[in-house]
């Protein structure tokens, strides 16, 4: 999957080296990869380096949340050659941490985030972790 959020955004969980290539084509510049160790889905440095692309690794455990980990996606979309990828193995916190950082940078709602979620089709289990993470942000930022 590999989905444009704004002219310098997209996310997706794109792994394949012939896929990355054409996201390369299209003029990335950078790849955050949310991936952890465990998974087994981390990009490898080398190999991405090869296409042309500035690789940052922020492993992101969708069980262990914490409130650090929004200011330290934040720190590197606004830090590294644009536009970026972000990636996970299924899209999720690619789209979620890409959403709240534009809520923050663009002053949106909760109603204009979860709208534009909608928009992308990112899809929520019950009890996820990560819908909890975007719901616990507009709660701080409501009070």
């Known amino acids: 999957m590999f989905q444009s959020v704004t002219e310098s955004l997209a996310i997706g969980n794109v792994v394949s080296p012939e896929e990355l290539r054409e996201i390369s084509q299209k003029g990335y510049k950078t790849i955050i990869d949310l991936c952890t160790a465990p998974e087994g ?3 490898k440095a080398e190999a991405v380096e090869k296409l042309g ?6 492993p992101v455990d969708k069980q ?3 409130p650090e980990i929004l200011p330290a996606f934040m720190q590197a979309v606004n830090s590294s050659p644009q536009p970026i990828y972000t990636r996970c193995a299924s899209g999720l916190r690619a ?3 890409t959403l709240l950082t534009l809520a923050i940078q663009e002053s949106w ?3 204009q985030y979860l709208e534009r979620r909608d928009a992308l089709g990112i899809k929520h289990q ?4 990560l819908a909890a993470f975007a ?4 709660q701080v930022q409501s009070v």
């Open 95 to 97: 789209g979620i941490l």
């Open 53 to 58: 692309f500035n690789l940052i690794s922020i």
């Open 109 to 111: 709602t909760k109603q």
């Open 126 to 129: 019950p009890g996820c972790l």
């Open 41 to 43: 889905y981390q990009l």
């Open 135 to 138: 719901e616990e942000y507009f």
């Open 64 to 66: 262990k949340l914490t």
